[in-house]
């Protein structure tokens, strides 16, 4: 749910803000993924992390190993997009002024 902003209420930002330090200390303590971004928009979050080439599977299986029994809580898509030239996180930087 979201409010007129299209932001999540106040009360699940903190939960938001949580999830996302332990899935990126769970992806980062097994060298699988580095975090670059993430939107808040329409009552959803997304993250956007570049994984080591071919650790889609290892990643996959890190989150099911990390949030499996929370399945519930956080219901979690996860997909996966070949950028081998970072083209994603360049038109971050530039649409944020800073390259």
């Known amino acids: 749910?979201?409010?007129?902003?299209?932001?999540?209420?106040l009360e699940a930002l903190d939960d938001?803000?949580?999830?996302?330090?332990?899935?990126?200390r769970a992806f980062e303590r097994n060298q699988l993924a580095?975090?670059?971004?993430?939107?808040?928009?329409?009552?959803?979050?997304e993250w956007i992390f570049y994984l080591s080439t071919g650790n889609q599977a290892r990643a996959q299986a890190t989150?099911?190993?990390?949030?499996?029994?929370d399945a519930r809580r956080y219901p979690v898509e996860l997909s996966t997009v070949?950028?081998?030239?970072?083209?994603?996180y360049s038109g971050i930087l530039d649409n944020l002024g800073r390259r």
């Open 63 to 69: 989150f099911q190993a990390e949030f499996g029994g």
């Open 16 to 24: 938001l803000d949580k999830f996302e330090a332990r899935l990126s």
């Open 82 to 88: 070949a950028d081998p030239k970072w083209l994603e």
């Open 1 to 9: 749910m979201s409010g007129v902003d299209g932001l999540p209420p």
């Open 34 to 45: 580095i975090a670059v971004a993430v939107a808040t928009t329409n009552g959803t979050r």
